[in-house]
């Protein structure tokens, strides 16, 4: 229904109507909105937060929901990412965050193609628990390795280059009516300790270009590829696809994605440890991906901002937390195991099967 | 190197024991997989609940060390039907609540492990959590000392002096020793006993290789998968109490790492292949820690042997040392 | 219909291939080629082997002994994928599409098989992936309306009609631009009105240049339209010629209907 009515506006309005969503997402953390702005911590940080786990959830959609590919290990990208930027750019060395980045995005790809070549041979079940090794392979490498900083981790990791250009300032809904509050402003753009909203901007510029790209990629032969493999691989390469090649391709991009993301958390945090990477943050990546509707970027960001969201909404729950979402997943995978959004396909296809039923329902009853 | 040398024996022994217990719980996952194709996440819960089990009870019977052979026993008979009964109970209680409806509803692969991981979240979060459950609901003060602190760790009451039966090289092998490796040994016999003669065992074979078929030949599919979960749950009950009476304590989240080593060990064997997984455990416990002598400064990275150990088997031999064999291996 | 164009060159051959499961021989000593531009049918009563014969000639299995040569070529350790790029196309028994691609999507995997779009050509829409994208598209829709489901390219694979779905697959094989077709079982479940449709398609594309292999099972069909024909029974060869030469042989009579009266007890 919704994609139909989207694609009936003339492109013109479309666009008019992204760009304002776009502005508007930009503008959330100044606007202060009650309700929605987590009353007990930053809400800027946790946009970031929320962000970062956006840009995850999508890296690891290509590999999970595009591709098929189960992995649980998607935090070793991310750590992959991070401790680049921090060994570059702190440990041994003093290299600008804006420098550290692309080789923190090559080193995580290569560690994708490194883990992807031999793994992706294996069998599906088997494929997540490689993964999940992996991802606790690198994990405890940073942990005991004193060349990576160890347990302590790493301190004064560079932060992006900022810009010093103009202030903007916030919303002030105290009176129950927003006005403009000149006191509290967030500079454009100051990666420090002072603001966290810079880095949310930043990311969610990221996230924008990867929405492209992920767009481009996947209408177009390399999105065909994917869907036929993950349909009926034998039938695929019977059919000519190369299907080793492209699941190895969505392993690298995922892992390009997730050592990205790695590298923005790292310059915003200033300090890494190996705490930051534990198995529990793959399982939170895929349950984002799963709860989402895997194989739909827009369901895999909705998933992401629940993950990521909803505990920062309901810190008085804090404690209960993994509680709760060890039964969410529970339920989620017995009542809604096609995720929140489930991929066009997928609805598509219900909404067919549905009518069958009815069809089939009125062929009977007559 | 010399460190390994000198201490062979030592870590030979050792490594056996832990390995037995790895082996136990290697069961469990190796029964599930081989029957229904599932990774049960959750079988380190399963087994944790067991080690609480036995400690709880030990301390409910006062048990201590020191205490006639007949009490001793009897301690130790407790801790054993109390770890088995409430790791079967668990093990049953996840197919039916976590598994059984995805079953029904031919839930792909992916989906099923979803939910064991939610469902291994929610057992280790909750004994975790126990003293605000219980708190919820106003019995935190009569259970006092077994809800208080539940993060903590859970010492257990020694029960067995170890002393010395006899000696291997220059380590002596002590009671515990023995009766870890023994007790390891009597039920692997008697499960092997159990899948290779019982009538429900040769159901969950048959079901392991062709469900349908099976179907056909009027064997209950859903009994044979319950009977399969309580076997490894009571498998790894027992490895629980082995676990206890070697290691002494625990924690909510003592499952985890011990679950991925034992998994280690069941692929490492042949997943879905018993003897495979009775293999593997042992295989794992002695490389652990030989691979822990060797590096040096090795144990910290004792844990990253299994991880290792596990990705490199499955990419060079996934069907594992023994090859798989409860059901038929896919292409 | 023009004439059958069927020329002297061996386009596949089965080289004395023998195929051992464990101690099962599935296929013992099979000899037979195709000709370019021929239409070539295998036959033979349920567990002659025709299947694991057909597995054989794709390149899904690998012989235990002997060659299979394409194009003179021996088919040995190349990738399925390859062996498709090769100019070996097929469709499947138990019709294996991509159920929740549309019918459209289904073809232009085929045609996909010789395109060399990648992620940097897709992400930038660099011409490559726009030319082929085009060509794709239409070759998809020329192959659609050529098995006359055309105004069906939206719709669900797993939604169509089961006739639909054979035609969709021997389309999608089509596009792959297979020198060598080979159909498995492609009119099971057919009536004999859309089995006459079915035959006049196969001699339609072998008309356009393409070579055909067929099993199947329905007598008639296969009679009607092959040019020659291979019986397997038991994994062996038991008689090969044209069709006229099949129905009259002996042994073939006796593989389908079975032993002799006087013989059974």
């Known amino acids: 229904m919704k994609a139909i009515a989207w694609r009936s506006l003339p492109k013109p309005a479309q666009v008019a109507m992204m760009v304002v969503a776009v502005l508007f997402l930009f503008a959330l953390p100044l606007l202060n909105l009650p309700i929605v702005t987590t009353p007990e911590t930053d809400f800027g940080g946790v946009l970031f937060t929320v962000s970062v786990y956006v840009l995850v959830a999508l890296g690891l959609n290509v590999v999970v929901g595009y591709a098929g590919l189960l992995d649980l290990g998607y935090v070793g990208f991310y750590a992959v990412g991070a401790y680049t930027v921090g060994v570059l750019g702190s440990l041994h060395g003093s290299w600008p965050w804006l420098l550290c980045v692309p080789v923190a995005v090559v080193a995580s790809t290569i560690s994708g193609l490194l883990l992807g070549w031999p793994t992706l041979r294996v069998r599906g079940d088997y494929l997540a628990i490689v993964t999940m090794g992996f991802g606790e392979i690198i994990r405890l490498t940073a942990l005991n390795a004193q060349w990576l900083g160890g347990a302590p981790g790493i301190s004064n990791v560079p932060r992006p280059p900022s810009l010093h250009l103009f202030s903007i300032p916030s919303l002030n809904w105290d009176s129950g009516v927003p006005k403009l509050d000149l006191s509290s402003t967030t500079p454009f753009l100051e990666f420090s300790v002072s603001y966290q909203v810079p880095y949310y901007w930043l990311v969610l510029a990221v996230i924008i270009v990867v929405l492209v790209f992920d767009k481009l990629v996947k209408d177009s032969r390399v999105g065909r590829a994917w869907e036929a493999t993950r349909e009926d691989e034998d039938a695929a390469e019977l059919m000519g696809v190369p299907t080793f090649k492209f699941k190895l391709l969505a392993f690298a991009m995922g892992a390009f994605i997730g050592g990205l993301s790695g590298a923005l958390f790292a310059g915003k945090q200033g300090f890494i440890s190996p705490d930051s990477f534990m198995l529990m943050m793959s399982i939170l990546f895929v349950a984002a991906v799963v709860v989402g509707g895997q194989g739909n970027r827009w369901g895999v960001i909705l998933g992401a901002v629940c993950v990521a969201y909803l505990p920062e909404r309901f810190r008085f729950l804090a404690d209960f937390r993994v509680l709760i979402f060890g039964l969410a997943l529970m339920a989620l995978a017995i009542f809604r195991p096609q995720g929140l959004l489930p991929p066009r396909r997928t609805a598509r296809v219900m909404k067919a099967d549905k009518r069958q039923e009815v069809l089939e329902e009125g062929a009977t009853s007559v | 190197m010399d460190f390994l040398l000198q201490n062979f024996a030592s870590l030979t022994v050792t490594g056996i024991a832990i390995g037995a217990v790895y082996a136990l719980v290697a069961l469990g996952y190796t029964l599930v997989y081989g029957v229904l194709r599932l990774i049960n996440f959750a079988h380190s819960e399963v087994f944790m609940y067991g080690t609480f089990a036995a400690v709880w009870i030990v301390k409910i019977l006062g048990g201590h060390a020191g205490g006639s052979v007949v009490q001793t026993i009897f301690w130790l008979l407790a801790m054993l039907v109390a770890a088995m009964a409430v790791s079967g109970l668990i093990a049953i209680g996840l197919e039916f609540l976590a598994y059984r409806p995805l079953r029904k509803r031919h839930a792909p692969p992916l989906i099923a492990l979803i939910s064991a991981i939610g469902a291994s979240f929610f057992l280790s979060e909750l004994m975790g959590l126990r003293d605000r459950v219980t708190g919820l609901v106003g019995l935190d003060t009569t259970l006092g000392d077994y809800v208080s602190g539940a993060r903590n760790n859970v010492g257990m009451p020694e029960l067995i002096h170890p002393e010395r039966v006899f000696p291997l090289g220059n380590y002596d092998v002590t009671s515990v020793d023995v009766l870890v490796i023994g007790g390891a040994i009597v039920m692997m016999l008697l499960l092997d006993r159990f899948v290779s003669r019982s009538r429900l065992g040769k159901g969950m074979r048959a079901v392991a290789q062709d469900a349908e078929s099976a179907a056909l030949m009027g064997v209950n599919r859903d009994r044979i998968i319950q009977v399969t979960f309580l076997a490894g749950g009571v498998m790894a009950g027992a490895a629980a109490v082995l676990y206890m009476l070697k290691i002494g304590a625990t924690r909510y989240d003592a499952g985890f790492v011990l679950g991925v080593k034992a998994f280690t060990a069941a692929v490492l064997g042949g997943i879905g292949n018993l003897r495979g997984a009775l293999l593997g455990g042992f295989v794992l416990g002695l490389a652990e820690n030989y691979g822990s002598a060797i590096i040096p400064n090795g144990t910290a990275w004792k844990d990253v042997v299994a991880f290792v150990l596990l990705v490199v088997i499955l990419l060079f031999r996934p069907t594992g040392i023994l090859g798989e064999s409860l059901g038929r291996a896919r292409a | ?265």
């Open chain 3, 1 to 265: 219909m023009s004439e059958s164009p069927v020329g002297d060159t061996r386009l596949l051959e089965v080289d004395h291939v023998t195929i051992r499961f464990g101690g099962v021989v599935a296929l013992d000593d099979i000899d037979f080629h195709i000709n370019e531009g021929e239409i070539l049918g295998v036959i033979g009563p349920n567990g002659a082997g025709k299947t694991t014969c057909f597995n054989v000639m794709t390149g899904v299995y690998q012989a235990t002994s002997g060659q299979v040569r394409f194009q003179g070529k021996p088919l040995v350790g190349l990738k399925r994928h390859a062996i498709t790029k090769l100019g070996i196309a097929r469709t499947f028994q138990n019709i294996r599409l991509f159920a929740n691609m549309t019918a459209l999507e289904n073809v232009m995997v085929g045609a996909d098989a010789h395109h060399t779009t990648g992620v940097g050509s897709a992400m930038f829409r660099l011409p490559k992936h726009r030319r082929e994208e085009a060509e794709g598209e239409a070759r998809a829709r020329d192959l659609l309306r050529l098995m006359g489901i055309e105004g069906k390219g939206h719709e669900l694979a797993r939604n169509l009609p089961y006739g639909d779905q054979r035609r969709l697959e021997i389309a999608r094989a089509l596009a792959t631009q297979p020198r060598l077709l080979c159909l498995d079982e492609p009119a099971a479940g057919f009536n004999p009105s859309e089995k006459a449709d079915l035959m006049a398609l196969i001699r339609r594309i072998r008309d356009d240049g393409y070579t055909v292999l067929l099993i199947e099972h329905d007598m008639k069909l296969v009679m009607g339209v092959t040019d020659r024909i291979v019986v397997l029974e038991f994994g062996k060869k038991i008689a090969e010629g044209s069709p006229a030469e099949i129905r009259d042989n002996p042994a073939v009579v006796a593989a389908y209907l079975g032993v002799d009266d006087a013989d059974a007890s």
